[in-house]
């Protein structure tokens, strides 16, 4: 599985972050991805929790 976030549609809400602190941060008004598995989230819930649908999963 591999999780992106696209810079241009992202808008720094942080929702993804809120979420799953261990997978997501915010960086300048950005969410990075720090880690691309998680035990402790569902990560299609964080992707599809996104307002501008910037989270994509490959799996």
């Known amino acids: 599985m ?3 976030v696209d810079e241009v549609r ?3 809400c ?3 972050a ?3 602190e261990q997978c997501f941060e915010v960086v300048d ?3 990075k ?3 691309q598995e998680c035990d402790d989230c569902n990560l299609e819930e964080v992707a ?3 307002p ?3 989270i994509q999963i490959e799996k």
Do not use: H, W
Request: aromatic fraction near 0%.
């Open 52 to 54: 501008v649908e910037a």
């Open 10 to 12: 992202c808008i720094g």
């Open 2 to 4: 591999k999780i992106t």
């Open 18 to 20: 809120a979420l799953c």
């Open 33 to 35: 991805v720090k880690k």
């Open 48 to 50: 599809q929790s996104c």
């Open 14 to 16: 942080g929702t993804c």
């Open 29 to 31: 008004g950005i969410s």
